[in-house]
Nanobody
Framework: VQLQASGGGLVQAGGSLRLSCAAS????????MAWFRQAPGKEREFVAV????????IHADSAKGRFTISRDNAKNMVYLQMNSLKPEDTAVYYC???????????????WGQGTLVTVSS
C-alpha cells in the first residue's frame, strides 16, 4: 500500500489542524492505520491507531482529549483531527499501515512521506 499524508502547516497555539492520509495500491480495509510523529532530534513516537473497521482506537496520552483518529474505508482515507495544539506538538507527522494493531514503529509495513506541523507560541 502507498500512503500520502497532507494537511500540515503553521498554526498558533490553541489552534486546530486536520491531517489526511490517502492510501492506494492494496485493500485499505485490510490494514490497521496509525499516526506517528517525530520532532527534531527525537525518536519517532506513537500518536494514535485505528483498527481495520474503525471500531477500535488508541490515542497516546499526549493526544488524549485533543486529537482524534478516524478513517473512511470507502475513500481509502485516514485522518487525524488535532485541536488545542501546543508548541510541543511541533513535529513531522507520518501515517502508517500495518497488519498489527500496535503502538510500535516496527509493526508497520508502509509509511507516508510525512507532513510538517509547526505550532507557534
Amino acid at each position: 500500500v502507498q500512503l500520502q499524508a497532507s494537511g500540515g502547516g503553521l498554526v498558533q497555539a490553541g489552534g486546530s489542524l486536520r491531517l489526511s492520509c490517502a492510501a492506494s495500491g492494496r485493500t485499505f480495509s485490510n490494514y490497521n492505520m496509525a499516526w506517528f510523529r517525530q520532532a527534531p532530534g527525537k525518536e519517532r513516537e506513537f500518536v494514535a491507531v485505528i483498527s481495520r473497521s474503525g471500531g477500535s482506537l488508541i490515542h497516546a496520552d499526549s493526544a488524549k482529549g485533543r486529537f482524534t483518529i478516524s478513517r473512511d474505508n470507502a475513500k481509502n482515507m485516514v485522518y487525524l483531527q488535532m485541536n488545542s495544539l501546543k508548541p510541543e506538538d511541533t513535529a513531522v507527522y507520518y501515517c502508517a499501515a500495518g497488519g498489527q494493531y500496535a503502538r510500535v514503529v516496527d509493526r508497520y509495513d508502509a509509511w507516508g512521506q510525512g507532513t510538517l506541523v509547526t505550532v507557534s507560541s
